[in-house]
């Protein structure tokens, strides 16, 4: 495989669509991973289904790459509350494309509400799917990244940290700003151990296709210490 291949956790619908589309029009060959399949051929279903329906599965979002942008893709199913299909989900990418150049983790559960009206398993549930399965993706990744020479880039889908994001949405707050916890303690690694892995935290998308639709801004790291703030595609060159 001569391109570069992206990793998206969490691309049937929503931002990992649109980044899974965006990175295969950019020139990579892109893994769209998720929970949610289909049959993309499905005759009772238009094609290609609205992009925030539940519709829109890994399964249709490959079939719009390849069908309508030319472009490489194949969807893997995962549950990113279980760590070994996270586990087999990196291993098959690498098996199926012979590298693996990008991890992307836009997976998540949400649930907006106090402490007193969320349950235990509904917290277990966020954590699972929020900070652990990032952990157990980037923990996955990092032997094939070895290979590499640590040429790799992770980008994680997660929020700035400061306090007026955690009212009123404890359980999911927690798990959230796990993730960017973990994304930057990671930089720190990185930099100790003398590695040059990009690291991004993505904190809103840009449409490439209608720029005035949307606003965003990322934080980027390459160690040594280097930070910019531009849109998402160019932080990605092939």
């Known amino acids: 495989m001569t391109k570069q291949v992206a990793l998206v956790i969490g691309a049937s619908r929503g931002i990992g669509r649109q980044i899974a589309i965006d990175l295969a029009r950019n020139g990579y060959a892109v893994v769209v991973a998720a929970k949610t399949t289909s049959n993309p051929h499905d005759p009772s279903t238009p094609f290609p289904p609205p992009p925030n329906s539940p519709s829109s599965t890994i399964n249709t979002v490959a079939r719009e790459i390849t069908d309508l942008y030319n472009g490489t893709a194949t969807a893997i199913a995962v549950d990113t ?22 991890l992307i983790y836009n997976s998540g559960a949400i649930w907006w509400s106090s402490v007193e009206n969320t ?22 990744a990092l032997r094939f990244f070895e290979r590499n020479q ?11 940290i400061y306090s007026s994001f955690f009212r009123g949405k404890t359980a999911y707050a927690m798990g959230k700003v796990g ?3 973990l994304t930057k303690v990671l930089a720190m690694d990185f930099e100790r151990q003398g590695g040059r892995i990009w690291l991004f935290l993505v904190y809103g998308l840009l449409c490439p296709s209608n720029p005035q639709q949307q606003e965003t801004w990322s934080e980027k790291t390459q160690y040594p210490n280097t930070t910019s703030a531009k849109p998402y595609i160019p932080l990605l060159p092939l």
């Open 81 to 102: 509350s279980s760590i070994p299909q996270i586990n087999h989900l990196v291993a098959e990418t690498v098996r199926i494309f012979g590298r693996l150049d990008v």
């Open 119 to 140: 349950p235990v398993k509904r917290f277990q549930l966020m954590q699972r799917i929020n900070s652990e399965g990032l952990y157990a993706s980037v923990h996955a």
């Open 150 to 160: 640590w040429k790799e880039r992770i980008v994680v889908v997660s929020p700035p």
């Open 179 to 181: 993730m960017s916890v």
